[in-house]
């Protein structure tokens, strides 16, 4: 970037840093987006008359309220509950919740500023938003989190509906949660509507949702390799986090011949040098979904190496899927990766990659899949159901899983047609920063200054 325009950056910082105060992750998510955006926007003059930057960093509304609820030792419980409506340009809000005791309103806003910019690529007509609580469902009985998300949901249910807001998973929160999240607002509301994705599948939820996002990252990275005529067969794959997205990474990968051989959790990684199977994925679902236990009991298990607190960026590997959490990837762990020849990055979580880390991948000039492209086949898939609730008739799993594959090809396409540079080097960062406004600023110019 010239001079000029990083001092018009810094500026433009300057003034959000000290509106949003404290708010590290939202500051990091809307300088990546800026830096991108400036010089386009330098080219486009109405965008910068319409203030749109102003506008799309300033939440249209944000919530904050009190859950309280009683544990099984009958103490009160007292936690904070949000949601960010971030944008409704080009739909209802959507976005996901995340119960982890980190959650605060600058996580909250980075993510939610994130999903408008995602939810844009996906094509469909959803707007940005993200919710949550600093609720921490480690060690909670069935009981806890049932008692937990009803509290949550007598607040959050005056504020969403299927038409206003629609939230959904994030870390923290599966189908066991959404279940009890959507039975109380059915019991509130007294109304069986799609205002929530990541149903069950008796109760109005779409086949493909739980795998979408691991399947998506798997699609994008495929994407991204065929521009180097290269596939998934046969290429090593580590994997962060041993969650929902981790999971059906490794399922996708396994699937296109690929050999994962990592994942984690907060407290260390495996490292299983024959790879991931089928069998072994089985054994990790039941651990993490149903005993809900810890990842070295798959190196107890299988016999193989557990590295405690450590992230598994040191092991050697073709691909990474960096699917755990914020900032997971660091400058050292970047350099790491690089050098033992790691060649594509793809963000199943949310913003895994510190911009140092970014800076790494982009000099390297490796596929560098950003989570706002490569993770949006999760909320693409909710969009999904969610036509599919309004039709109240559900597609088969093949026919969610074209849709998907056609969309993540979509995402990859407009990356390219945005982020490539004159050299013929696709920058994903600026693709899908650049393709994911388009849409939402015109929106927001077409329906005036609101
Ligand atoms: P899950 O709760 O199912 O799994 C999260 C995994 O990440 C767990 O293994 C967890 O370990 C680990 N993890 C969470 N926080 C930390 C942390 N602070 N440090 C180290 N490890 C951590 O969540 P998901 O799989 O749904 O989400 C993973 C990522 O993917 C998130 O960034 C999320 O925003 C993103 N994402 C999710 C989508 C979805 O559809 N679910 C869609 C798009 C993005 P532990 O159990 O020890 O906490
Ligand atoms: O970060 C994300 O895109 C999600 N957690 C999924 C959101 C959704 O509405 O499906």
Redesign the pocket.
Known sequence: MSDILDVKVNEFMAKLIARNPGESEFHQAVQEVIESLWPFIEDNPKYKSTKILERMTEPERVLMFRVPWVDDNGEIQVNRGFRIEMNSAIGPY?????FHPTVNLGILKF?AF??VF??SLTSLP?GGG?GGSDFDPKGKSDNEIMKFCQSFMTELQRHIGQDTD??????GVGGREIGYLFGQYKRIVNEFTGVL??KGLEWGGSLI?PE??GYGAVYFANEMLKTRNEGIKGKVAVVSGSGNVAQYTVEKLLQFGGKPVTLSDSAGFIYDPDGISMEKLQYVMELKNIKRGRIQEYADKFKVKYVEGERPWNVKCDLAFPSATQNEINEEDAKELVKNGCFIVSEGA?MPSTPEAVEVFLEAKILYGP?KAA??G??????L?MTQNSMRLPWTREEVDERLQHIMKNIHETCVKYGKDSSGFINYVNGANIGGFIKVADAMIAQGVV
């Open positions: 959507k976005g996901g919740l995340r993510l994130e999903q995602k939810n959803m993200k629609v939230p959904a998973g994030d870390i994705t990541g949702r979408a996002t949310n989570g993770n949006a999760g909320v693409a898939t909710s969009g159901e």
